[in-house]
Each structure stands twice: as C-alpha cells, then as structure tokens.
T-cell receptor, first 111, second 116 residues
Framework: AQSVTQLGSHVSVSEGALVLLRCNYS??????LFWYVQYPNQGLQLLLK??????LVKGINGFEAEFKKSETSFHLTKPSAHMSDAAEYFC?????????FGQGTTLQVKP | DSGVTQTPKHLITATGQRVTLRCSPRSGDLSVYWYQQSLDQGLQFLIQYYNGEERAKGNILERFSAQQFPDLHSELNLSSLELGDSALYFC???????????????FGEGSRLTVL
C-alpha cells in the first residue's frame, strides 16, 4: 500500500527565504507523486506532479520538487518565498484508485 | 476555476438529519472522487466513481452513500448526522481511473457541513 508522510505540520519562513517542505513516500511500485496547495477557503490546486522521466519537476508559482528514489523523498522547494505563498501544502501519492494525501504542512511567510 | 462545481457551499443542520451534497465534474472527466477534510483526520478519501460505477472505497461510514448519475454528476448522501461529521467535503474529478495512476485530480471548492 502507498502512503506519504509530511515532516512538519507548520513551517515558517521570512519573505525572500528558501522554502523547503518535506515529503517522504512509501510505495511498493514506482510512485506517481503530487504536490497540491490549498489557500484559505478554497479547494486544492495542483502545484506539480511526478510520473516518470526527469526527477526534477517544475511547477507553478516557482515551485519545484525532486524525486529521490534512494531517499523515498519528494521534497518541495522554492528559492524565494513570497507572502502570497502562505497556504497549506499537501503531498500525495497515487495508488489503489485514489490519491492518498499526507497530513499537510501549513506554510507561514513572515514579512 | 477548476471546473468542478459543488453545492451547497455551506450547510448547517442538526444531529440526526440527512443531507445531500452535489458535485458536477469537469467537462469530459469520467472519474469523481469524494474526500472529507477535518482538522483531526486531515484529507480522507471516501469513495470514487468512474462512469457511473463505484471503483474504489475508502473510509466511508455506512451512514454515508454516494452515486454517480448518467450525466456524470455525483451526490454524496450523509444520514443520521453526528457532531463529528462536521467537516469540509470535497469533490474532485479526473480523466483517468487507473488503480495505480489516477492522473491529476481537479478539486471543487468544497461543501462545508456544520452539524449542531
């Protein structure tokens, strides 16, 4: 069975600082991995996805993630945080006919 | 705008009552998923339909049921409501229905249910 674990329920960074949100996955088969963002009072929006091919995946709003099979990780990064990045971020793995989500990480961006 | 429409956006009801949440998927998407989001449980998968047939089932209570109609819209029925059913219920749709690769899910804005 597939699962994901997000390390850290809350992350706080200063505006302009590096954003690093951690996600580790467990999967018995090569995984399909996703990062979603949820802004207050909104649904989830896809940031980026990894299926096959290039392990460094670029998404919207300057985010990217790298699939590392040896570390079973799919961490999300952004070089420079913006106030508008404050939101909840979810890592997910596709399996058993559904997306399985992590518990989410709330990103706070301080001015 | 994801193209997924959910109604109602907000719903307040009493314990023991029954409610129906409605979802219209994106044009062309055959798969519909229902998720429940609460502070203590996070995002929990409830059930998936593909072209009218149930394809995957998650942590859905027996008091809850769902269906997908020929026009592909879906309804989630919640009955004998309890305080703990208060949550945000999301519908999502996708083009794929593979057991391993669901493809990208497009989410609606959710229906917030409050049970008093």
């Amino acid at each position: 069975a597939q699962s994901v674990t997000q390390l850290g329920s809350h992350v706080s960074v200063s505006e302009g600082a590096l954003v690093l949100l951690r996600c580790n996955y467990s999967s018995s088969v090569p995984p399909y991995l996703f990062w979603y963002v949820q802004y207050p009072n909104q649904g989830l929006q896809l940031l980026l996805k990894y299926t096959t091919g290039a392990t460094l995946v670029k998404g919207i709003n300057g985010f990217e993630a790298e699939f590392k099979k040896s570390e079973t990780s799919f961490h999300l990064t952004k070089p420079s945080a913006h106030m508008s990045d404050a939101a909840e971020y979810f890592c997910a793995v596709s399996g058993s006919g559904k997306l399985i989500f992590g518990q989410g990480t709330t990103l706070q961006v301080k001015p | 705008d994801s193209g997924v429409t959910q109604t109602p956006k907000h719903l307040i009801t009493a314990t023991g009552q029954r409610v129906t949440l409605r979802c219209s998927p994106r044009s062309g998407d055959l798969s519909v998923y229902w998720y429940q989001q609460s502070l203590d449980q996070g995002l929990q998968f409830l059930i998936q339909y593909y072209n009218g047939e149930e394809r995957a089932k998650g942590n859905i209570l027996e008091r809850f049921s769902a269906q997908q109609f020929p026009d592909l819209h879906s309804e989630l029925n919640l009955s004998s409501l309890e305080l703990g059913d208060s949550a945000l219920y999301f519908c999502a749709s996708s083009q794929l229905q593979g057991a391993r690769n669901t493809g990208e899910l497009f989410f609606g804005e959710g229906s917030r249910l409050t049970v008093l």
